[in-house]
């Protein structure tokens, strides 16, 4: 007998199937149980932002060719790379990934695509083909699978309302109806779940600004670790949704790293594991593990080019200064939020806790969850390849002979922005502090990135040049002082 089990996933419900075993026959008989009459195609381009193509289902044999052969798209205009003269790429849809779209007032289900060339192959330049490179070099090297998880950041700005007022960066953990939007939180979360997103937990955050006329309340969605093409294909889904969402109630959601000088940004601090057979690899005896070290070793190493593909608009670099939580110093430390790579509580010591809460119930065993943050990452990265930066940078760890002296180096145990501890501050490396020093940090690093064929010396060269066409060098400087210019610089990049 077949036991019913749980699935946020309508298709994976109605099938009574995990989704990465579908297949062209589950999605053909979800369409026709269901009434379904369209069918849409999204992929991430060259700009990281989901793109769409729709389908009216006209009959079931158009419906198998568009699941069985994907459809032509004019790659010139999704990748600078590629010349106008031979622009055409195909665009095949990843069965695995089918969710029901929340939004569409025709009955849709929504796929997300990899892009093909035309002799067939993988299009190398594609974000998400780069992340799968990254992927697979990292475990030929480590023998790890490479697993991660996003915390989303956000703030919705919507008209100022009086009642029941939040404190200025008093919102974390507040709840409704103090947190204003915690049902706008709640059906994303849930439309985000039936789209695949393997959600955490929501939660209002820190920051709660008031302007003349409206309000910012900050938001977080933070998500369970999976393999990190996964990770990376659930954040930009999460973000067109709430995006989506925002845009029905009439506000608007920002992912954007600054929305105001002096209060709380929105970050997209990323936690990363080792897997091997399907266990944590990150705990050993008690303690971080040699893998894990070597893990945080590559983070360290390769801190500074990974700005390129995490904190890509000129107000990242306003939300890295120093005295914040977000980080500029290259270092980690347990629990510390002011050090670059954190180590949070992994359930090491937690098989009491229920017990102790809970009298006269057995204390039941706890799997470690151990992971490894890294938290200078914000809104504005495109996010396959930021994930794809992080396998880079962690192969690079397992191939440092001395990746354990090295992250040992780089050790703190104090909050280095305590006045005590100003030293400390003195003999760490830093975070690139503009677009233009961030490109330069990946010139000099782009053989690393290159390195056996993980990201294209296209991709490379284009990120480079849309950093550096900010010159946004020494911005902080020219606009100190001018409150409408900085305004106006927020703007441009709200939406990100």
Not at 33 to 52: C, E, H, P, Q, S
Request: include cysteine.
């Amino acid at each position: 007998m077949n036991r019913k089990r749980i699935y946020a996933n309508k298709i994976a419900a109605f099938l009574n199937k995990e989704p990465r075993d579908f297949n062209r026959a589950d999605l053909v008989k979800y369409i026709k149980a269901n009434d379904i009459k369209m069918v849409n195609f999204r992929y991430a381009a060259g700009d990281g932002r989901l793109k769409t193509l729709n389908f009216i289902i006209n009959d079931e044999k158009y419906l198998d060719r568009i699941l069985s052969a994907g459809e032509r798209v004019d790659g010139s205009s999704l990748f600078k790379s590629i010349d106008a003269a031979s622009s055409d790429l195909y665009v095949m849809p990843r069965y695995r990934t089918a969710f029901v779209n929340p939004f569409s007032q025709v009955p849709a289900i929504d796929i997300l695509c990899s892009f093909y060339t035309a002799d067939g192959k993988p299009f190398a330049g594609a974000p998400a083909e780069v992340l799968r490179r990254s992927e697979e070099e990292f475990k030929k090297i480590s023998g790890f699978d490479f697993h991660a998880m996003g915390e989303l950041e956000y703030y919705v700005i919507s008209p100022k309302n009086l009642l029941y007022p939040t404190a200025t960066q008093k919102g974390y953990h507040e709840s409704y109806p103090f947190s204003k939007w915690e049902g706008l939180r709640a059906e994303a979360m849930a439309a985000i779940a039936e789209a695949g997103g393997r959600i955490k937990y929501g939660h209002s955050e820190v920051g709660f600004i008031r302007a003349e006329d409206s309000e910012m309340a900050q938001q977080e969605i933070e998500f369970l670790p999976v393999p990190a093409s996964e990770a990376a294909d659930q954040l930009a889904v999460a973000k067109w949704m709430l995006s989506g969402i925002g845009h029905k109630y009439g506000v608007v959601i920002s992912f954007a790293p600054k929305i105001s000088i002096g209060h709380a940004g929105s970050g997209l601090h990323v936690h990363t594991c080792l897997m091997k057979n399907g266990r944590n690899a990150m705990i050993d005896k008690g303690g971080l593990s040699a893998p894990a070290r070597k893990l945080i070793a590559g983070f360290l190493e390769q801190a500074a080019p990974m700005t390129a593909f995490g904190n890509t608009v000129p107000t990242s670099y306003f939300r890295l200064v120093p005295h914040q939580e977000a980080p500029i110093n290259v270092c980690w430390a347990y629990r510390n939020r002011s050090a670059l790579v954190r180590i949070p509580l992994g359930w090491l010591n937690a098989s009491g806790m229920v017990k102790d809460a809970n009298p006269g119930s057995a204390a039941p065993k706890v799997d470690s969850t151990q992971t490894v943050e890294f938290r200078s990452a914000d809104g504005s990265a495109n996010l396959h390849f930021l994930m794809a930066g992080l396998c880079v940078a962690a192969r690079r760890g397992f191939e440092r002979a001395d990746a354990l002296v090295f992250a040992d180096r780089h050790f703190v145990d104090k909050n280095i922005y305590h006045k005590d501890n100003a030293g400390i501050i003195d003999k760490l490396p830093k975070l690139p502090a503009s677009c233009w020093a961030s490109a330069d940090a990946l010139e000099k690093a782009r053989g690393v990135f290159e390195a056996r064929g993980v990201f294209t010396p296209q991709v490379i060269d284009g990120v480079i040049k849309r950093l550096r066409s900010y010159d946004d060098r020494s911005l902080s400087e020219r606009l100190y002082g001018k409150e409408e210019e900085i305004k106006n610089l927020v703007e441009e990049y709200l939406y990100c």
